[in-house]
Nanobody, 121 residues
Framework: QVQLVESGGDLVQPGGSLRLSCEAS????????MRWFRRTPGKERESVLV??????????TYADSVKGRFTISRDNAKNSGYLEMNSLKLEDTGVYYC????????????WGQGTQVTVAT
């Protein structure tokens, strides 16, 4: 059974930092692209793609809104991925979901349950 478990979400003040983790089981992470999405309050049907990282970790992409502030990384030996979030803004608030998408068949993908990030004064 495949499971993705996110952790690290919290309440933080603007300008603060958080590190989200995504631990996978039941699959070999090195075969999967990892992606982080955000769903914002009131827009639960909208998922914003925040960052992606290739299976080997050599290619990353970011939404314009987080470039220079967020860093996506992975450790395939630990079957884990991470999202380092710095200089957090109010608009970064939302539920962050980890997604693993099979490299050679993008129709095969798995989701975590999400972790809440709240940026507030």
């Amino acid at each position: 059974q495949v499971q993705l478990v996110e952790s690290g979400g919290d309440l933080v003040q603007p300008g603060g930092s958080l590190r989200l983790s995504c631990e996978a089981s039941g699959l070999t992470m090195s075969n999967y692209e990892m992606r982080w999405f955000r769903r914002t309050p009131g827009k639960e049907r909208e998922s914003v793609l925040v960052a992606t990282i290739s299976p080997t970790g050599d290619t990353t992409t970011y939404a314009d809104s987080v470039k220079g502030r967020f860093t996506i990384s992975r450790d395939n030996a630990k079957n884990s991925g991470y999202l380092e979030m710095n200089s957090l803004k109010l608009e970064d608030t939302g539920v962050y979901y980890c997604n693993a998408r099979l490299q050679f068949n993008v129709d095969i993908q798995f989701w975590g349950q999400g972790t809440q990030v709240t940026v507030a004064t």
